[in-house]
């Protein structure tokens, strides 16, 4: 299928300006994460990398590699991968847009009834190719459109899924330790980008200041200050977030550093602690995450979390946002996007947001 492919095509990365990790190869798998971060504290393995699900229930998908590359900044695709063309078609929704919106409607009235203040109700849309892909060629065209060079891709097989794997691009830190600093970087409350300069100025500063979302975000920042606060010596949480942009969105974000009481707590440890957030699941976690399995087809990964952690506790995870699964015999892939829904949401805006967010992934497979 792919006789000619590089030799250095990683199983796993994640690029990041501040710093990539790209891997090959298994030494050995992990479904469950708590023997993962056995066998990094007992020193059996140098890194681990892979994805988290949606579900901590459910089996996750770690590997231990072979082989590991570090680079100080972001990755660069490889040449092979920019010649290629890709062609794809949207052959399914799920849910259909308008009963998304209807989804919305219902849970705005949850909200309103209910001790539920905040939900992320998701949709997909299926994709299929005319010839079997290579997820990678995915993750390249993803970083070559990253206003920051942002992508990840992690194989799906070792919790069941052969050959599958997820790909995206997420701006979203969910956190990451670099020896005792401890850093997170939340993003809620989004705005799609607009056509002209003036429109788009506007569209960010109303972001900036609408309640809507400042409210929203702002569960977000309590959930880790609530998680981190008895794991840190100190902890630095800005007052009002900042606005930040990809090329398809504009996000409130706020970063959140730390400095760590325990030097032996890994960031997949920490990984596992502040997952889910708010931002992809809701608050109170619980009551949200009831709702989203009632409501929604199984998210996967999706929504789950996607990095590495080495042997000394050091590491970075990304929220499993902007992404598709790219199914084992690469002819076809799901792809997600997501919304927070608070008691004063617009359904039609809602839905119009995760149209903008499925626009990322959609780029990259040339929709």
């Known amino acids: 299928m792919h006789e000619d492919r590089p030799s250095t095509a990683p199983d796993f990365l994640l690029s990041r300006a501040t710093g990539s990790v790209r891997t090959q190869g298994a030494r050995q798998t992990f479904t469950d994460v708590d023997a993962a971060i056995s066998a990094l504290r007992n020193k059996d393995a140098t890194m681990v990398v892979g994805a988290i699900p949606f579900d901590s229930d459910t089996p996750a998908a770690l590997t231990v590699p072979e082989k590991i590359i570090r680079e100080e ?131 960010g500063q109303d972001l900036l200041h609408s309640a809507k979302d400042l409210h929203e975000h702002a569960f977000v920042v309590e959930h880790l200050r609530r998680v981190l606060n008895p794991l840190c010596e100190r902890l630095n949480i800005p007052d009002t977030p900042q606005l930040i942009s990809t090329n398809e969105m504009w996000h409130l974000g706020t970063p959140i550093t730390g400095t760590l009481k325990d030097k032996d707590l890994t960031v997949l440890e920490l990984a596992l602690a502040t997952h889910p957030t708010p931002a992809i699941c809701g608050t109170p976690a619980e009551a949200a995450q009831a709702l989203i399995e009632t409501a929604e087809t199984d998210r996967g990964f999706y929504a789950g979390a996607v990095g590495w952690c080495d042997s000394s506790g050091d590491g970075e995870y990304m929220v499993a946002i902007r992404c598709a699964e790219v199914a084992g015999d690469g002819l076809s892939a799901r792809a997600w996007a997501g919304g927070g829904i608070v008691g004063d949401s617009n359904a039609q805006a809602e839905l119009e947001e995760t149209t903008a967010k499925l626009q990322t992934i959609l780029r990259a497979l040339s929709l």
């Open 73 to 203: 900044g972001p990755l660069e695709p490889h040449a092979y991968y920019r010649n290629q063309t890709l062609k794809s078609r949207v052959v399914g929704f799920d849910p259909e847009p308008e009963e998304h919106l209807r989804r919305m409607e219902a849970a705005i009235g949850t909200i309103e009834t209910s001790k539920l203040e905040k939900v992320v109700l998701a949709r997909a849309v299926d994709i299929e190719f005319p010839e079997a892909i290579d997820p990678r060629l995915v993750a390249a065209r993803l970083i070559d459109l990253s206003a920051n060079r942002d992508g990840f891709i992690a194989d799906l097989s070792p919790a069941g899924r052969p050959g599958a794997m997820l790909v995206g691009s997420s701006p979203e830190v969910l956190i990451k330790r670099q020896g005792s600093t401890v850093s997170a970087f939340p993003l809620a409350g989004s705005s799609p980008r607009r056509a002209t300069p003036t429109e788009d100025h506007i569209a």
